[in-house]
């Protein structure tokens, strides 16, 4: 079963807007890590916020995290085309081991 | 460093066959990790191993096995390649031997069973 689900499924904005992607979960986490994955290609990690963490910034992106709520928030600021791509949430649980993937935001940006 | 590399990047299989994906990491890292990836979906965890001579199932570990003979490679085994086996397979890395801190992927492997 999947820890994380992400909302919406796909999103599509013009470059220079920003772009929100949610993700919840159920379980008590670490952490919780962003990944990237552009078509056809392997993961690539953007970001990761311990829950002893509220807010991360990396760049462009900003990170929040509501243990309360069990959910997590990426806002990508003035987009590009290039981050056209699928976003994931991935959740560690206590005790490590296993990272959970949701099954994804796909973020298109229109040039 | 070439950093996680897997081989071959595409395979077709017939029912019943079988088979070894190979993953390989210079990085030194403890954990590794076995994905798959089916269309629309994320990734769904397989096995994996804190280190050499350890392993342990995930999510969806039957039809599947794996081995760890040193720390850079992680080989996965399809014992009777099924068409429900047919995916996109994600070999993964950490320096957390917990694996619970930043995972890097290699490029994937494509697999069709008919």
């Known amino acids: 079963s999947q820890q994380g689900e992400e909302d919406p499924q796909a999103l599509s904005i013009q470059e220079g807007e920003n772009a929100t992607m949610n993700c919840s979960y159920k379980?008590?986490?670490?952490?919780l890590q962003w990944y990237r994955q552009n078509s056809g290609r392997g993961l690539v990690h953007l970001i990761l916020?311990?829950?002893?963490?509220r807010e991360k910034h990396s760049g462009r992106l900003r990170v929040t995290l509501d243990t309360s709520k069990k959910s997590s928030s990426l806002l990508i600021t003035a987009s590009r085309a290039a981050d056209t791509a699928s976003y994931f949430c991935?959740?560690?649980?206590?005790?490590?081991?296993?990272?959970?993937f949701g099954a994804g935001t796909r973020l298109f940006v229109k040039a | 460093n070439a950093g996680v590399t897997q081989t071959p990047k595409f395979q077709v299989l017939k029912t019943g066959q079988s088979m070894t994906l190979q993953c390989a990491q210079d990085?030194?890292?403890?954990?590794m990790s076995w994905y798959r990836q089916d269309p629309g979906m994320g990734l769904r965890l397989i096995h994996y191993?804190?280190?050499?001579?350890?392993?342990d199932q995930g999510e969806v570990p039957n039809g599947y096995n794996v081995s760890r003979s040193t720390t850079e490679d992680f080989p996965l085994r399809l014992l009777s390649a099924a068409p429900s086996q047919t995916s996109v397979y994600f070999c993964?890395?950490?320096?957390?031997?917990?694996?619970?801190?930043?995972?890097?992927f290699g490029p994937g492997t494509r697999l069709l069973v008919l």
């Open positions: 379980t008590s986490i670490n952490n």
């Open positions: 993964a890395s950490s320096y957390s031997r917990q694996g619970g801190e930043t995972q890097y």
């Open positions: 916020i311990r829950s002893n963490e």
């Open positions: 191993s804190v280190g050499a001579g350890i392993t």
């Open positions: 990085m030194n890292h403890e954990y």
């Open positions: 991935a959740t560690v649980n206590t005790g490590g081991f296993k990272t959970i």
